[in-house]
T-cell receptor, first 111, second 113 residues
Framework: SQQGEEDPQALSIQEGENATMNCSYK?????LQWYRQNSGRGLVHLIL?????REKHSGRLRVTLDTSKKSSSLLITASRAADTASYFC???????????FGSGTQLTVLP | DTAVSQTPKYLVTQMGNDKSIKCEQN?????MYWYKQDSKKFLKIMFS???????INETVPNRFSPKSPDKAHLNLHINSLELGDSAVYFC????????????FGSGTRLTVV
């Protein structure tokens, strides 16, 4: 079963606007990660946030984590057409050393 | 330099055939994985392999078997292919998902006809 559910499933914005994607999960986690997948390509790791962290930044990316609500959000500021991709959250839970991926958000940034 | 490479990129085959997908990583990572992505983009873990310890997702049919000749390779063998096996298969590696993310290959699109 999917550990993470992402919201919205699809998001379309204009270049320069901010994009926010949300991820909810079900069990306690060690960390949560976000990945980007361009069409027809493999996934690319964007950022990892540990369960004891609340916020993390990387360039135009800002990730928050609320373990009490079992949710995370990814904010992309000043979006560009090149940010068009699917974005997935993934959780590391338990001892199996495996990531469980969410259902993904398809982001389209219009020029 | 390709970090995680998969071959072939596309694979079209008939039902009932046996096929293999190769995966190699040159990152020195200690754990490798196989994921299946369906037509709705859901990613499902199939296997993880670390230091000769294999973890199999219980929903994976035993027609699927990973083989690791060495630490840098984790190949996927599929016997008696079925229509429902059509998907994109991704290999990935990690030095430890507690600290680092995964590095993914570019995927193998398998089509069973």
């Amino acid at each position: 079963s999917q550990q993470g559910e992402e919201d919205p499933q699809a998001l379309s914005i204009q270049e320069g606007e901010n994009a926010t994607m949300n991820c909810s999960y079900k069990t306690s986690i060690n960390n949560l990660q976000w990945y980007r997948q361009n069409s027809g390509r493999g996934l690319v790791h964007l950022i990892l946030i540990r369960s004891n962290e609340r916020e993390k930044h990387s360039g135009r990316l800002r990730v928050t984590l609320d373990t009490s609500k079992k949710s995370s959000s990814l904010l992309i500021t000043a979006s560009r057409a090149a940010d068009t991709a699917s974005y997935f959250c993934a959780t590391d839970a338990g001892s199996a050393r495996q990531l469980t991926f969410g259902s993904g958000t398809q982001l389209t940034v219009l020029p | 330099d390709t970090a995680v490479s998969q071959t072939p990129k596309y694979l079209v085959t008939q039902m009932g055939n046996d096929k293999s997908i190769k995966c190699e990583q040159n990152l020195g990572h200690d754990t490798m994985y196989w994921y299946k992505q369906d037509s709705k983009k859901f990613l499902k873990i199939m296997f993880s392999y670390n230091n000769k310890e294999l973890i199999i997702n219980e929903t994976v049919p035993n027609r699927f078997s990973p083989k690791s000749p060495d630490k840098a390779h984790l190949n996927l063998h599929i016997n008696s292919l079925e229509l429902g096996d059509s998907a994109v298969y991704f290999c990935a590696s990690s030095q430890g998902p507690r600290i680092y993310g995964y590095t993914f290959g570019s995927g193998t699109r398998l089509t069973v006809v």
